[in-house]
């Protein structure tokens, strides 16, 4: 199954296979730089940061998010030291985690653009490192691995909200790492059942039932690193919540593959005798605890909003016997729901979660205009931060999406499923609230695995390596011409391919940016009409 993606080791493959690492460190330094470049500009309070920055600032200091004044923008800006911490609660509508994140690079850097955005960029930057370890894992190449991160880390999208103080980065960041603890997870779970089959005199191990079905595989912290990463994830924001479910429900589907593997007659019976309450106790409990804790700095203050609303208001309640913080966690939780179905406010970058791969309807962050601009024919420039994903590479991941669809439901590749239940674990929950506000930057949680779909098409292009028993099944041999003339066009298709995504990147850059140019060179790059 692995020699259909596999890269044989000369080519491409030959430059990062010298270390497991090696590869994957050069794409993040590379992301790294991208990001970290001239991080604090825009100097400028951008989007949603109006509330996520200070709401930060003030959880770091105090323990819990203030009232903050209206207009109070600039003089951050101009002199953040001026500017007193409101000690009034705040009603907020997200739970913290992302919040004492963001404010943790403000405490090192200060309460600047720059030290707002710090901590997201860190994150952002190590995603993609994460992806090509998860991609080296999944597709057995450190090469597919290595070229999943590349194109993590020239999608626009990803790239903005790595360099803008928003929550949904840092959720993808959760996301992607619990998906990674899975995998994992999943090899090791998989050992363990290899280990305790029987092996016959030629040394072949040989599927047995009774080991199938009876034999525990431990103590797994991996899938408790994933459960502790998703409550942070959901701690985060709370779409973060729908991904807990459907990891969860794509680990015990492959423990239900392992055993069947390994022999099991009953392989559902044998997983809800052995495995189903070790995988429900090591995610939905563990994150619920870690969704809890992340409320610690409300919980230890007197001052949080409805923070002694179970003192107060709720002292009737016939659940009196629950301590009172508890009560009155849970009455904020009601109250911020209510909010979230009940935002259908329009908004002028609101889009259906149906134009999200096609890039309807991209969301402006900052847009400035300059008159008496002479690089331009109608003397006028240009700057915007334009939250929208890297037009090729999404267009290509349309048709990867199909592939991975196709090779799941008729070949059974349980990886093209695992890519698969990241994109609709990110992106179908969207479409039960198309009556609320929503924007295209919610989808920056499922780019990692439009990238993983697209890497999978790639390595299809290229085709299967030498020698392997995906070429035995063609008829191939490894002097074939044949094969070798198919293997060449296809990495020469993919070469192509990956160079006009980077051009694509490159072109996009000043809108990824907030760098000025020139009014017509801005309009050229408005391809859709939706755009402006």
């Known amino acids: ?129 994460l992806l090509c370890r998860i991609g080296r ?137 052995r495995d189903l309450i070790p995988a429900f106790v090591s995610t939905v409990p563990v994150a619920i605890v870690t969704y809890i804790v992340s409320w610690t700095g409300w919980i230890v203050t007197d001052k949080g909003y409805y923070r002694n609303w179970a003192a107060t208001e709720g002292k009737d309640s016939s659940w009196s016997w629950l301590p009172d913080w508890l009560r009155s966690l849970w009455h904020y939780e009601n109250q911020v729901y209510d909010f979230h179905v009940g935002l259908t406010s329009g908004h002028t970058y609101e889009s259906n979660p149906w134009s999200w791969l096609v890039l309807g309807r991209p969301v402006s962050y900052f847009y400035e205009e300059q008159t008496g601009c002479k690089e331009s024919a109608t003397g006028k420039c240009a700057s915007e931060v334009l939250a929208i994903g890297t037009p090729l590479l999404w267009w290509l991941a349309c048709f990867a999406l199909a592939y991975v669809v196709w090779r799941w439901f008729f070949r059974r590749d349980w990886r093209a499923g695992a890519i698969a239940c990241g994109v609709v674990a990110g992106w179908l929950p969207w479409f039960f609230y198309q009556e609320r506000t929503i924007f295209l930057f919610y989808a920056v949680v499922f780019v990692p695995f439009l990238c993983l779909a697209v890497t999978m098409m790639l390595g299809a292009i290229i085709g299967p390596a030498a020698g392997t028993g995906a070429r035995a099944e063609l008829g191939l041999t490894a002097q074939d011409p044949t094969g070798e003339r198919r293997r060449t066009l296809g990495t020469i298709a993919v070469g192509v391919l990956v160079l006009l995504i980077i051009w694509n990147f490159i072109y996009f850059w000043p809108l990824f940016t907030g760098t000025q140019i020139p009014e017509d060179l801005w309009r050229d790059r408005m391809w859709l009409d939706t755009w402006v």
């Open 1 to 129: 199954m692995w020699s259909v993606l596999a890269i044989p080791p000369h080519v491409a493959d030959r430059l990062v296979r010298g270390s497991a690492w090696g590869g994957p460190l050069l794409v993040t330094l590379v992301a790294g730089l991208l990001r970290f470049w001239k991080l604090d500009q825009p100097h400028a309070v951008i989007f949603d940061e109006t509330y996520y920055a200070k709401d930060a600032w003030a959880l770091i200091n105090q323990g819990y998010e203030g009232s903050w004044p209206k207009d109070v923008d600039k003089q951050i800006l101009n002199d953040p030291s001026s500017v007193p911490i409101p000690t009034d609660p705040g009603y907020v509508v997200h739970p913290p985690v992302g919040k004492w994140i963001i404010g943790l690079g403000e405490q090192m850097f200060g309460f600047t653009p720059f030290g707002w955005r710090f901590m997201v960029a860190v994150l952002g930057t190590v995603s993609v490192l």
């Open 137 to 273: 894992r999944l597709f057995r190449s450190t090469f597919l691995g290595c070229l999943a991160g590349l194109l993590l880390a020239v999608d626009g999208l990803h790239f903005v909200m790595s360099r803008t103080a928003l929550l949904d980065l840092i959720v993808m960041f959760f996301v992607l790492a619990a998906f990674g603890c899975l995998v994992v997870d999943r090899d090791h779970a998989r050992r363990r059942l290899s280990d305790g089959l029987p092996v016959d005199e030629e040394g072949v191990l040989r599927p047995d039932a009774r080991v199938a079905e009876t034999l525990r595989t431990g103590w797994r912290p991996w899938r408790l690193a994933a459960g502790v990463m998703l409550g942070l994830a959901f701690a985060t924001k709370w779409n973060g919540l729908y991904v807990l479910a459907a990891f969860g429900l794509m680990t015990v589907l492959w423990d239900v593959g392992a055993r069947r593997t390994a022999g099991a007659v009953h392989p559902y019976q044998a997983v809800l005798r």
